[in-house]
C-alpha cells in the first residue's frame, strides 16, 4: 500500500466534489469502499462526507440540503440524498493541468516497451483531449521506448506467476548465465527499468536493470510463496549497517544524484544553485564511474578515501597512474 | 476568522469553496460580488453591510483562482446598459463547463491505465495535478481494472527543480526568464522564453519555446538552468504570450530531430565489455568490428554517458566529443585531488 496521502484544502475540496458526484441520489456504499477507491484515509472520507452535509445555500434564496444519516455514518455506510433543485449530481469536470498531467503520465507509460498499445494510449488523449478544451495542446513530449524481448518474457512470467531464468551482467562486470529469479515487480524509473525479483541463491530480493539482463525466458517452477512474502521496499537501494557516508555537491547539471541516491537528510544550499547533501554507499570503489561523468559538475566532499577512488577513476581514464599509487606497483 | 455569535464552527476553506460552488451553478442569472459576500457561508458571517469588505473581496479572488485551478470555470458579466462599472458585474458557473461530458464513458482498464499514469508522477513534479485528476475521474464509479498492468510501478524522473513552474508558464501561455549556463564556455546568461512545450530525450528535459532576445525558437535543457524561474511582468501583470499553431511547434520538435539525426559519433568499443553490453553489440547478428555509431542530441549530454565506460570507449570523431570526454576527466581529477 503506497504511504497515506496528505491532504490539503484544494484536495479537500476536490474530494468532495468527486464523493458528491458519485454519491448524490445513488447507491450506498460502506466507508471502506470509498477508503479503497479514492485512496485516502477513512477520516478523510468521514470529513468529507459530514463537510457536503453542512452544505446551506439557505441565504441564496435555495432551499435545500445534502442528507447523509449520520447514525448510518457511524456504522460505516454512506449515502448522500439531496433536498436542491439543482444540486451538484454530476461528476466534475478535469482542469486542464490535472488532464495535462495525467496526459504527459500516459507518454511516459506508453514509452516503457510494450506496456501498452498506442491505440489504447491515443484513445485516451483523445478523452483527455476534450477536457482540455479543443485549443489545447501538448505540453509534454517523452520519447517511446523500443520493445524490449526480455520485459516481454518477464511479464509474461509475471502474469502466469512462474520464475524466468536470465543472463545478467552484474556492477562488477561479471556475466552468469541462466540466472534464476523469481520476479515479482518491474520499476522503471525515468529511463531505467529495474527488474525487482526475489533471488532464490541469495535468498533475498534484488534490484535488475533490465539493460544488463540478456534472454529472459519464463520457466514452469511457479513463484514460491517465500518469494511473494518477501518484503518489497519502494527504493532500490537499501542501506546496510556497513554503508560509508559520503558527502556530495552537486550543481543543477547533477541534480540528478539527489533522485539517484537517497540522501540521509535533506540536501542543504550552498550558494543559489550548489546543493549539498549525504548519502550511504556500500562500496566507495563504485562512486568513481558515478561522479565522474559529470565532468565536475558533481564533487566528492568527503571523506577522503571516496574523493580518491573518484581520482583514481578520472586519471586511470585519462592513462595516468595516481599519484598514491607506488611506483613497483604490479 | 468566523465571529464569534455567528454559527455552530468556524468554516474551513474546503467547505467555503464548496459552497460557493454550489451557490454559483443555481445561480444561473449570475450573482454580484455583493450577493455573494452577503449569502454565500464562509463569507456571509464577516460581511459588513455599508462597511469596507476589501478583505472579504481578496479572499473571494483568492477562491475565484483556487477553483480555476481545480477546473472550476467562474463566468463574469457585466450588463450590456452598464459597461466599466464592476459592482454590478455577475458571476456564475455553468453547468456544462461543470460537468463531465455525461457521454463520454471510462472502462476499468481504462480507470487502470490513467490510475497508473497518475502514479508515475507520484512524488514528482505534477504529482499533486495528476491525483487530484484522477480523484475526479474515480467519482464515474468505475474501479480501475486490468491483470496485465499489475507489477508494474513506473516513476516519471523530474528532478530539476524549474519543471512545475515552466509546466504551469506553459499551460497559462506566461512569459519565463531564467539564468542559464552555457555548457560550452560555462558562461550564465539570463534568458527570456515563451514556453511552448517540454520533452524528455536520453533522460534529460528540455524546454522549447521561443527565444525573445534570439528571435527564434530555442531549446533549453532544465539541468542548465542555474536560477529560479521567473515570471516575466509588464507594469503590474504577469506578460503572457500567443501560443503559435501547433504545425509552428511541430516543426521546431522536427527540427531538434533533425538535427540529432545529422550529428553521428563514431566510437570503438572494446569487445565483451560493459559498454559493449549497453550498446546492445551483443545482439547485433555478425558483428565483426568493434566500431559503434552513435546519433545524438547534445554532445555534453553524450560526453557524460561516454565517461562511466572510461576504459571501454574510444572515441574516433567528432574530435571535439574526445576533447570533452578528458577535459571532463582532467577538471574531476583536479577537483578531487
Known sequence: MPDEIKLDDTDRFNLMLALTGLLVDGEEYTVEELVDHFKVSKKEIVKAVKMISFTDLMKSNQDGSYEVNYDDLDDGFVSIKYTFNEAIDEVPRLSSRQASALAAGLVYLSSLPGLVENQEIQELQRILAIEDGPEKKKRVLIETGDRDNDLVAIREAM?????????????????????????????????????????PANKNVRSFRLDRM??????????????????????????????????LEVDPEAYSLIFDFKPVEEPEAVSKSVKRFKIKVGDVRNLGRVIARFGGAARVIAPEIARQSVRDFALNALGERSSNTPKDAE | MASKENDDFDLGKPERLFNLTCTLLYATEGLTKNQILQTVRGYDNEYKEGGNNSTLERKFE??????????????????????????????????????????????PRQLALLNLAAEAWAGGSLSTDASRGITKLRALGVVGQSSDIIGIAPKIHTFEPSFKDIDFAISESQVISFDYRNPKTGDIQTRTLQPWLMRQIAGAWLVLGFDEAKQEARNFMLRR??????????????????????????????????????????????????????????????????KLQLNYHDLYVLAE????????IEVVEPKELATLVELGFRKVADLHA
Open chain 2, 225 to 290: 538552468i542555474v536560477s529560479k524561474v521567473g515570471l516575466v511582468t509588464e507594469g503590474r501583470e504577469v506578460r503572457t504570450f500567443e501560443m503559435p499553431d501547433q504545425s509552428i511547434i511541430d516543426a521546431a520538435v522536427k527540427d531538434l530531430d533533425d538535427h540529432a539525426k545529422s550529428q553521428i559519433a563514431v566510437l570503438k568499443v572494446t569487445q565483451g565489455s560493459e559498454a559493449w553490453f549497453r550498446y546492445e553489440l551483443d545482439l547485433v547478428p555478425n558483428k565483426k568490428d568493434n
Open chain 2, 305 to 312: 554517458q561516454l565517461r562511466e565506460y572510461a576504459d571501454q
Open chain 2, 62 to 107: 483568492r477562491d475565484k483562482s483556487s477553483l480555476r485551478e481545480i477546473g472550476i470555470r467562474i463566468e463574469s458579466e457585466i450588463p450590456k446598459h452598464e459597461d466599466e462599472n464592476n459592482q454590478v458585474t455577475t458571476y456564475r458557473i455553468k453547468r456544462e463547463s461543470f460537468s463531465w461530458p455525461t457521454s463520454v464513458k471510462l472502462t
Open chain 1, 159 to 199: 502474469s502466469s506467476g512462474v520464475c524466468i531464468t536470465c543472463d545478467y551482467l552484474n556492477l562488477k562486470g561479471e556475466t552468469t548465465i541462466g540466472r534464476l529469479l523469481e520476479p515479482l515487480r518491474v520499476d522503471s524509473q525515468g529511463e531505467v527499468i529495474y527488474l525487482r525479483a526475489w533471488c
Open chain 1, 214 to 247: 540478456r534472454n529472459a525466458k519464463p520457466t514452469s517452477d511457479p513463484i514460491t510463496q517465500e518469494a511473494l512474502d518477501a518484503e518489497l521496499v519502494d527504493e532500490i537501494y537499501t542501506s546496510a549497517e556497513t554503508d560509508t557516508v559520503v558527502t
